[in-house]
């Protein structure tokens, strides 16, 4: 009786990811408006190749063998969208955007595409306390679940506090290499049980930090690794690679 006088009375309330009206499913998280800047964003070619998104191969972040993402961030629109799923999301907003992502992996690698487990580059724990999750964390069980193989938080933080905001660019590539490790619980005999593994993170902005904790998995006896994202920074290609030589 309680649960059909709430039906009634509380309409259950979502939001626009773009501008935070209200719209009238959680299947699509963006009202009329938004709903035509965010198909502009999302069927954009490259920024950086031209090519449309699934056939770019363009973003190299070694030892990664392929990088998926939905758009670049590149824009109001995308930095709107990011913006909401890291500090304001709800879970089905997640689950939206895990399905485009899935989508994605199939449109780019084949519907044969499969890994043995998804895992994360795990978010700052004051971050955590701060918006009450961890954006990576979501995508990756919620990816675990759509592709129907396992997830586990592979990659832990060292402990070491890295603003990579505030530091410069030089030293962005330096930083990332002392703030994550391998999770020593998930070591079965000093190696990672799974052959294929697919890495999560919201945003991939110059490499540095999704490419060393690929270089953790990969240490670690991972052999095929791919890497995914909701958006990626154009036009930062390889800068860290150069740079660090
Ligand atoms: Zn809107
Ligand atoms: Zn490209």
Redesign the pocket.
Known sequence: MLEKLKGLFIKPYYR??????A?KSKAYP??H??GHLYSRIISHNCHDCGKPPRECSCIDVEPCLGIYRLFDYKGFTAMRVLYTLKKRASVWDYEYVTSKLVERIYATSGQGMSFDCVCYVPREKKSIDRYGYDQSKRLAMLLAQSLGCEWKPLIAHTGVEGEQKRLSREFRGVAAKTRFKINESALVEGKLPYKRVLLADDIITTGATMSECARILKSHGVKHIFGIAIAHTPGRKNWHLHNSK
């Open positions: 626009c990811l773009i501008c935070r009206h719209v963006f009202c408006r938004c």
